[in-house]
């Protein structure tokens, strides 16, 4: 019997574990990969990312391991710019530069992190069934290669991304029209990086370039599955057949210097019907995820780790298996939390399905320096009500 059984070692797995060990609880941390193990993703980070880092104590280890990043470059479909730099709009204590890391690195790092906590880290472990007493959930089954085990535990913690099972076994998700995918590649001497990441905006589609370090640049495509995977069974013919349409990236990145092979990932825009029940709770990606254009999955995933481990403790102090009453607080902070960067990221995401429209917000905002405000509110250092105001709206169109 564990007090807490965490289901995958992402960001949100690992951090949630690392807090409740640190807390003095029983944690076991099951992940079906071996560490260090890649993932599909941009890899960039806010100040406000690295923040959280930090609060873990991964920020130190971490940082020599990267690029610092300034902010990020929007091109809108018909040409217009739109810049965002953090050091514009961050307050004075948060520090004005944020991180771009491989997940490699920044995966492994919290793993490490959580067996010094005192976490028992299973790999090779996979979530398979949810063992239930009365309703409740009380532990797990899980599978290490040919072997079923149960694992007895107060709450099972689904932190298994995006095509959680957790989320599956405890009643489903909900899925959004915006049915995107995405290819994503690491490539050497990608001509005319900077500290800044790039967004180009295409139809259908948009194309991501950071770099991470070490020479390496974080190549992703992103859109609905028809315009991204033109050539079927080869991610690697379509991720190139779909960036050579993007003007200003053409040129700049040659397929045979392709250094990490190309992952692909999706569909996105999905949303866990319940992310708290009795003895259950789902952080990170397993609970939600909208879009990678924000890019600030990661910041999301460590800082619903720091919502939901007090609750978790408290939970766990006066019951035998945590009750949904207490978690029910989860669910609440999340959404105070959450609720403003939700309504942006959708704004962001579902306008890009009117390229006219999305050129034209990108141009005028640009020109007004408005993309500090937007890469604040996205970066999740400002109050999404600095982009939700009719002032912003306005600026926008008109
Ligand atoms: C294309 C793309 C670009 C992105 N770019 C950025 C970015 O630049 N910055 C940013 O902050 N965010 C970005 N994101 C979002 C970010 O990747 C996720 O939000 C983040 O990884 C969520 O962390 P997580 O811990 O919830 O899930 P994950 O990181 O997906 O971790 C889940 C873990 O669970 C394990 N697992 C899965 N199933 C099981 C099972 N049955 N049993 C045991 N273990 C299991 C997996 O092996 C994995 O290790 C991007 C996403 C995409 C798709």
Request: glycine content about 12%; hydrophobic content about 45%; overall charge positive.
């Amino acid at each position: 019997m564990t007090d807490a059984l965490v289901v995958g070692l992402g960001p949100a797995g690992a951090a949630t574990a690392i807090r409740l060990a640190r807390a003095g609880l029983r944690v076991t941390a099951i992940d079906r990969a071996v560490f260090p193990r890649e993932k599909a993703c941009s890899e960039y980070l806010s100040p406000e990312g690295v923040r959280q880092l930090d609060l873990l104590g991964a920020r130190e280890r971490l940082v020599p391991l990267g690029e610092p990043l300034e902010g990020a470059m929007v091109r809108g479909p018909r040409g217009s710019a739109l810049e965002g730099l953090f050091r514009e709009t961050a307050p004075p204590d948060l520090g004005s530069v944020g991180l771009s890391v491989s997940r490699r690195i920044l995966d492994a790092t919290l793993v490490d992190l959580a067996r010094a906590a005192g976490v028992t880290v299973l790999e090779r472990t996979q979530l398979v069934d949810l063992t239930r007493t009365g309703g409740a959930v009380t532990g797990a089954v899980v599978r290490q290669g040919d072997r079923l085990d149960r694992v007895s535990s107060r709450i099972v913690v689904g932190a298994d991304g995006l095509r959680s099972v957790t989320t599956r076994l405890l009643g489903g998700r909900r899925t959004e029209p915006l049915h995107r995918v995405a290819l994503v590649a690491h490539v050497a001497e990608v001509r005319g990086v900077g500290r800044t990441a790039e967004l180009h905006v295409g139809r259908g589609r948009y194309v991501g370039l950071n770099a991470i370090g070490g020479g390496v640049t974080n190549v992703a495509v992103v859109g609905r599955p028809e315009r991204i995977l033109s050539v079927p069974g080869d991610p690697e013919a379509s991720w190139f057949a779909a960036l050579e349409e993007f003007p200003a990236v053409q040129g700049r990145i040659r397929r045979d210097r392709i250094v990490r092979r190309v992952l692909a990932t999706g569909p996105f825009a999905v949303r866990a019907r319940r992310v708290v029940t009795d003895g259950a709770l789902l952080v990170g990606d397993a609970a939600d995820f909208f879009d990678p254009f924000t890019g600030e999955g990661i910041c999301t995933a460590l800082r619903g780790a720091g919502l939901a481990a007090p609750i978790i403790e408290e939970a766990l102090t006066e019951n035998r298996v945590a009750p949904v009453g207490v978690l029910a607080r989860y669910r609440a902070a999340r959404r105070e939390a959450f609720l403003g960067k939700w309504a942006v990221e959708r704004l962001i995401g579902y306008g890009m399905l009117f390229p006219a429209l999305f050129d034209r917000a990108v141009e005028r905002l640009g020109r007004r320096g408005m993309g500090h405000t937007l890469i604040g509110v996205t970066g999740d250092f400002l109050p999404a009500r600095a982009v939700l105001n009719p002032g912003f709206l306005l600026a926008m169109l008109a």
